[in-house]
């Protein structure tokens, strides 16, 4: 073999090396998603490797015929080379030797500890292009009147939620994450960002993570996963806010492989606030107490089991505050939130079918001071979709909801939340998906808000309006185009 054919083969494979390698940083990362969606992994390390090899090859070859230069040179004292023939010589043969090792050199640094290689940034949105048709009127024990339309009503474009998601791996054992989040401030009349999740974790065994800082709760983001189509609506108790997605506090989770099945679980103790109220100095934030919630799951051939509850003061049991009870004592708050929670489901990759219940007490009322403030609430929500082609699915939902025991006059009907949905989506690649909803959202004998449907004030039009209350009835109509958008 000819020195020059291996000089021009080692120069080509360490120019074509040299970009390559500085691409191929991605490291793997598993987003748990519904059927649309696919954990998301690094493409370049195979490619990495491939050059990798390449490299290694092409210097064993340059050793091979360093080694044998010798006799080569003998023999060509004898025998005269062709004029056009040119030999290299021993100094251009170690200088481009010696390129060889530094680019395998820089490749192997690069690879291994440089913290782009092991940084991960991604994103999500939820919007929706959608008419609502909203109205509302106040009902009294002599009968309805001051028929109002909702300042929802309408058509517009909503951006319901965009995170910017940031994963660092230190090791095998830490990693970090921090989510963003952005909402709109009515008072300002601007978007502000705010922290999701910000947390520290150690998983020391599958059986067993630790999470320090604000993340996912045990129930709502698990049930999302399940529910699959959180950017149609949230899921029932996120919906009717009996509940959060995430907070501040300390976390532990972890699954057991039983074979055939896998036992899961999640225990947390929080503030109490929620992830929207930060934590940040000076007393801000601060309950004399801590909140707990916990989650445990079983799985088995497509079968999901679930129960889970909450028990705390809702981040209000803040020292300094003093009411009373009325029953003679004094306290920050008189009473506790409590949930209770369950789930059951089938999944598979075409079919999902599930029904989530709960049942909470005091939720609205750990600072009341009335005598008689015991407080229930109940609910459930049953969903169903159907990948009927690789890329398009139907689904459908419906959530009965009873929020409180209060009664808007003797004798007057329980309060009640009735939702539905349904539609058709359409996702061309896992990244994207789009749907074609209706939804139906009503409220009955009390002034209840829920994630689509605010309560408003009931006005009896004129010059000026006149306003009446608070509408305790109103019906939501929405139809429109829902979306995702995850990079």
């Known amino acids: 073999m000819k020195f020059r054919t291996i000089l021009l083969g080692s120069a080509a494979i360490a120019l074509l090396a040299a970009p390559a390698f500085a691409q191929t940083t991605t490291t793997t990362t598993t987003v748990k998603k519904h059927h649309h969606h696919h954990a998301v992994a690094s493409t370049g390390e195979s490619r990495l490797d491939r050059l990798e090899r390449m490299v290694e ?86 009968g ?57 974790q150690a998983a020391f065994d599958p059986a067993f993570t630790v999470r320090v800082g604000a993340t996912d709760l045990p129930w709502i983001p698990f049930a999302e996963g399940i529910y699959g189509y959180r950017y149609v609506e949230n899921t029932l108790i996120d919906r009717t806010k009996f509940g959060t997605s995430a907070d501040w506090g300390a976390h532990i989770l972890g699954t057991f492989d039983l074979g055939d099945a896998k036992l899961s679980y999640q225990g947390s103790a929080i503030n109490g606030f929620g992830y929207k109220a930060d934590p940040i100095g000076g007393g801000v934030n601060r309950s004399k107490g801590i909140d707990l919630e916990g989650r445990v799951n079983l799985t088995w051939d497509g079968f999901v089991a679930a129960v889970g509850g909450y028990d705390g003061k ?48 005091d939720f609205k009322s750990v600072t ?21 082609m690789p890329m398009w699915s139907v689904f459908g939902r419906y959530d009965w909801v009873k929020p409180t025991d209060v009664r808007l006059f003797a004798l007057a009907p329980e309060a009640r939340n009735q939702y539905y949905n349904f539609g058709i989506s359409y996702s061309p690649i896992p990244q994207l998906d789009f749907a074609l909803v209706y939804k139906h959202d009503s409220m009955q004998n009390g002034a209840f808000s829920d994630s689509e449907f605010s309560t408003f004030t009931c006005l009896a039009y004129g010059h000026p309006n006149v306003a009446h209350g608070t509408c305790n009835q109103g019906t939501y109509n929405e139809i429109g185009i829902f979306g995702q958008i995850n990079f």
């Open 144 to 200: 309805s009147a001051f028929d109002t339309r909702s300042p929802q009503d309408g058509l517009n474009y909503d951006l319901k939620r965009f995170y910017l998601m940031v994963d660092h791996k230190f090791n095998d054992t830490y990693s970090a994450n921090l989510t963003t989040d952005v909402t709109y401030d009515g008072t300002t009349g601007a978007s502000q960002l705010f922290i999701k999740k910000a947390f520290v």
């Open 368 to 388: 009341s001071t009335a005598l008689n403030p015991y407080d229930s609430a109940n609910g459930y929500s049953a969903f169903a979709s159907y990948r009927f």
């Open 57 to 142: 090859q092409q210097a064993a070859e340059i050793r091979d015929l360093k080694a044998g230069h010798g006799s080569e040179t003998a023999s060509a004292d004898a025998t005269a080379a062709p004029a056009g023939d040119q030999q290299v010589s021993a100094a251009q043969f170690e200088a481009l030797q010696n390129q060889v090792y530094e680019q395998q050199a820089s490749t192997t640094s690069m690879t291994k500890s440089s913290w782009w290689a092991n940084t991960k940034i991604s994103g999500r949105m939820y919007y929706d292009v959608s008419s609502v048709s909203a109205k509302g009127n106040v009902k009294t024990a002599a």
């Open 314 to 361: 809702l981040g209000k049991n803040v020292q300094n505050t003093q009411l009373h009870c009325g029953n003679g004592s004094f306290s920050t708050t008189c009473f506790t939130a409590t949930r209770f929670d369950a789930l059951l489901a089938y999944t598979n990759d075409d079919l999902r079918v599930g029904a989530e219940y709960f049942s909470a007490k």
